[in-house]
């Protein structure tokens, strides 16, 4: 069975390593810490037998905006719907608490990147907008929305 709990500063390591693993752009062990303990983000970790297998990291921008700064699960548990719950967990806790006003939850993915894609919009996000050479590799990317329903 899956967790989804709010990670804590000795989940650093094995975040960043999936970080490093799964993504072409990955936050260090320092900003990852920076993140756990900013009170406007929220760092959730998807755990199976007290294994980390996922994270995702998001932000409030201002008032009404949040945002999916990065979100990865572990090659060993993908496709067993947990970036689907660890989405929804965030979405839920950003739209809750100290995050109530929050209207628009974004997130930049690559445009290749389809199996992404295909599961943001199955969460009703959708492409706002194409960046053009957004990454450091020249690749493109969307900015996707989630307009939050009150």
């Not at 072409?24 to 959730?44: A, D, G, M, R």
């Not at 930049?108 to 194409?130: C, H, M, P, R």
Request: glycine share 4%.
């Amino acid at each position: 069975m899956t967790a989804i709990e709010l990670a804590k500063c000795t989940d650093m390591k094995n975040i960043y390593l999936i970080g490093k693993d799964s993504l072409p752009i990955y936050y260090s062990k320092k900003n990852i810490v920076e993140f756990i303990i900013n009170n406007k983000t929220i760092v959730l970790k998807a755990t199976i037998d007290n294994i980390i297998a996922g994270y995702v990291i998001g932000n409030q921008k201002d008032d009404t905006n949040f945002h999916i700064n990065t979100f990865a699960v572990d090659q060993l548990y993908r496709r067993r719907g947990i970036g689907k719950d660890l989405i929804v967990n965030l979405i839920k806790r950003a739209t809750r608490d100290s995050f109530n006003e929050i209207t628009n939850i974004t997130l930049f993915v690559q445009t290749t990147n389809d199996a992404a894609i295909s599961l943001y919009k199955s969460l009703k996000f959708e492409i706002d907008k194409e960046i053009k050479d957004y990454y450091w590799d020249g690749e493109h990317s969307y900015l996707m929305k989630f307009i939050v329903a009150k």
